[in-house]
């Protein structure tokens, strides 16, 4: 860390003066930029691999629990994995530019659609080191300047990683302004971001509810939710329990601090008594604890009881609700009630059952025969992102380069006048 701190102010407004300049950058020139960005990183591992180290102390002496202490952690093999994330945007291709439609008016006017940069992103979030150059990299390849806000818990991490990518951009003969990071862990600052709306063109808030639930109700700036994932997983009466009991394993315990863990199971009631020793005994090996209804508790009194709070619950941990349901309108009743509009799978072998869990559940990703954990830029291919859009406006699901821009009309006339 720099030890001095610029003014949230002042950090905005440079973003916003980059952002000029950036728009107009060609793809050959951002992805320059954006190999010397992730060369810097890597460069600057031991620096960064630093200052995580004494983010984690701080954090373990706090009591953090171990699902965000994974979020927290670094090593060498993520680090590079942050640098090989830069270099894979580069590889996208730009959408900045783009002709979405043209169309001639009958007067000849000649109209056409175009994706622009939005400008400035703000994106405040919190225990999650490389969302530093995952939010850089997506902003930077859409022409977008960015303003990170990490939160206190990484505030070494995301300095040493920020300050890294800012030296790639200045070796690029890009503006290192085109990521401004406030270093301030003050709430006062945070509160500030939310109203620079001169400045930023929206804002995106990446971590708990309570987050995003402040950002929502405070910021003077258009908002994008993101990221709150209770995600379901309905075991359906012709499951293949084999292929359910994997696929829930993975969904919850693979990364349990993520979005799209899985967080609410639901059984169907006709296969409880088959489907939940098995699905106990391969989560409970793995530590984790589960919060069961009483007809659940009944054939495996070892669990758990849940009480009304664990239907809705992100927990970010190794706990997981369980819940018996009398068939798919049961479970897509429940999953409609309590889900944050992230991801949901069904397991089942009945192609109707299948289609009616994907027509009928409102999430922003609904699966059939496999995990929430595929919810994800990369793994959409759509390479880093700046997170998991859980509303309808704009952009909804993985948010990647496309769901970065505008766009504006290009009108082209010669010489018409409105009668």
């Excluded at 225990?127 to 939160?151: E, H, Q, Y």
């Excluded at 799978?345 to 990703?365: H, K, M, P």
Aim: charged share 25%.
């Amino acid at each position: 860390m720099s030890g001095t701190f610029n003014s949230t102010d002042e950090i905005c407004r440079k973003a916003k003066e980059a952002s000029r300049s950036l728009a107009l950058f060609t793809a050959d020139r951002k992805n320059r930029a954006l190999l010397c960005a992730a060369e810097a990183i890597k460069e600057h591992t031991e620096d960064i691999l630093k200052a995580n180290e004494d983010d984690m102390v701080k954090a373990k002496a706090s009591g953090m629990n171990k699902g965000l202490l994974d979020r927290l952690y670094l090593d060498k093999k993520r680090v590079m994995s942050m640098a090989e994330g830069i270099l894979q945007v580069a590889e996208l291709k730009d959408p900045v530019g783009e002709i979405i439609e043209s169309f001639v008016r009958p007067n000849g006017l000649m109209i056409s659609k175009k994706k622009v940069p939005m400008g400035v992103c703000g994106i405040i979030y919190e225990a999650r080191p490389n969302v530093t150059a995952d939010a850089f990299a997506i902003c930077f390849k859409s022409g977008n300047a960015c303003v990170l806000k990490g939160g206190s818990a990484a505030v070494n991490s995301n300095a040493a990683i920020a300050s890294a990518i800012k030296e790639g951009l200045s070796k690029a003969e890009a503006d290192p302004n085109s990521l401004g990071f406030i270093e301030d862990t003050d709430r006062e600052s945070t509160v500030e971001l939310m109203k620079k709306k001169e400045y930023i063109d929206v804002l995106i808030p990446r971590g708990s509810a309570s987050l995003i639930e402040t950002v929502v109700n405070n910021s003077v700036i258009p908002v994008i939710e993101t990221g709150t994932g209770n995600c379901h997983i309905f075991v359906d009466s012709s499951a293949d329990l084999d292929e359910a009991r994997e696929i829930i394993v993975n969904a919850k315990t693979q990364r349990v601090g993520v979005c799209n863990a899985c967080e609410s199971l639901l059984i169907h009631r006709d296969i409880a008594e088959k489907a939940i020793p098995s699905i106990y005994k391969a989560l409970s090996e793995r530590g984790v604890e589960i919060f069961a209804d009483k007809e659940a508790l009944s054939i495996c009194p070892d669990m758990s009881e849940a009480g009304p709070e664990d239907w809705g619950r992100e927990y970010l941990d190794y706990k997981i609700s369980l819940k018996i349901v009398s068939g798919i309108d049961e479970a897509i009743a429940h999953i409609n009630k309590y889900s944050t509009g992230h991801s949901e799978s069904i397991i089942t072998e009945n192609e109707e059952n299948g289609e009616r869990f994907l027509n009928e559940v409102d999430s922003a990703c609904v699966y059939v025969n496999a995990s929430t954990r595929f919810t994800d830029g990369g793994e959409f291919g759509f390479g880093a992102e700046i997170g998991i859009s859980t509303q309808k406006l704009h952009a909804r699901g993985p948010m990647g380069l496309k769901e970065l821009t505008s766009y504006k009309y290009i009108i082209r006339g010669n010489g018409q006048i409105r009668p």
